[in-house]
Structures are given as C-alpha cells and as structure tokens.
C-alpha cells in the first residue's frame, strides 16, 4: 500500500469511494466536478494498482485547513491506511504553511489517536459560516469538532 497524490485517472475510483459513504450519511457528498477542481488537495491509498482510500484538505484560510472526504474501502478498514491518509495529509498541510488542521467527524477516537484533540467548532467560524450554515443537519449534527495545531509552541 502507498500514499501518493491523486491523479486524473483516479477520478472515477475517488467519486465512488466518497458516493458510497455519502450515501450512508458517513460524508459530505462531493461532485466529480468539485473533485476535478480540487484534485491538487486529494491524496490516494493505492494497493495492487487500485485506489483503496481517499481523503483532500479544505483550505479555510492560508493558517487553516480542513481533513475531508477521508474514507478507506470497508474490506481494509482496520489496517493503518486512514491513519497513514491522515498522517500524509497533516504533512502536506505543514509544509503548505497551515498552523491548524482539523475535521468534523464521528470518528472521533481514531483522530485522537493520529494527534488530534477535541476542540469547539466555533473555534473555525470560518467553516460554520462557509458549509455549517447550509446543512440541512446543522441543528442536529453530531460532528464532533476535532483539530491538531502545527506551529510547536501553542499544542
Ligand atoms: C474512518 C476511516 C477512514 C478509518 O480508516 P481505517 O483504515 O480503518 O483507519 P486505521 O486502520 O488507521 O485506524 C482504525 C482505527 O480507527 C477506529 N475507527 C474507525 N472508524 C471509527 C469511527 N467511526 N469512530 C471511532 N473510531 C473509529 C477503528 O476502530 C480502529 O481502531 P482499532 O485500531 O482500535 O481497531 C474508515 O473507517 C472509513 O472510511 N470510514 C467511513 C468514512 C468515514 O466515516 N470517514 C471519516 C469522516 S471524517
């Protein structure tokens, strides 16, 4: 298995992959035009030549970046390739200048166990007003804020 950036051929892979969580609830459905335009933000788990995981960064503000649309093929969950997606993310996040990363998730013990800690949404107005304010869920969301700092001294 490897992590690497996604490419153009990926794109039918990454739109099934991130259609069937999606359809389950599990993720915010993404387009197969807003996964063309933001393909520089994916990266891909690849085992056999097939993409097995996904996930793409969401950038917020130049110091702010979003972990979304992270997903792993269910017959592999269990394996390290979310937290290798996750680990693969945050490095491209740092030497991209982020200081902040963080997700809306459910899963939230498998984030704390790659870094990140429980934080208050409100802390990402950016993303309240950018996406929150347009869920049909947003009285009754059960995303859990989670988030990991990047600049050393403030943890
Ligand atoms: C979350 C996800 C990406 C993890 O991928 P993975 O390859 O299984 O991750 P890893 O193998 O690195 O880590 C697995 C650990 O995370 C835990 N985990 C996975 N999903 C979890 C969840 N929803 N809540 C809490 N913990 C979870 C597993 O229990 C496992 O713990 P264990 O090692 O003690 O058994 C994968 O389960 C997935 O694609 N889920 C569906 C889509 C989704 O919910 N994405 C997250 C949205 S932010």
Redesign the pocket.
């Known amino acids: 298995m490897r992590i690497r950036a996604a490419r153009p051929e990926d794109l039918p892979a990454l739109f099934a992959l991130v259609d069937r ?1 999606a359809r389950r609830g ?2 915010l459905p993404r387009s197969a035009e807003e996964i063309v335009a933001t393909l520089a933000d994916w990266v891909v788990a690849e085992a056999d030549g097939r993409v097995v ?1 996904c996930g793409s960064l969401v950038w917020m503000s130049p110091a702010l970046v979003e ?1 979304r649309s ?3 093929e269910e017959s ?9 997606l996750v680990q693969a993310l945050v490095a491209r996040a740092r030497s991209a200048g982020a200081r902040t990363v963080f ?1 809306l ?6 984030f704390e ?1 790659q870094g990140f800690r429980v934080t208050d949404r409100e802390r990402f107005p950016e993303k309240v007003w950018r996406d929150c304010v347009r869920c049909p869920l947003r009285d009754r969301c059960d995303e859990v804020a989670v988030a990991m700092r990047l600049d050393a001294e403030a943890a």
């Open positions: 969580y599990l993720l995981g972990i992270l997903a792993v592999l969950q269990g394996n390290g390739v979310g937290g290798a997700a998730t459910r899963a939230v013990a498998f166990r």
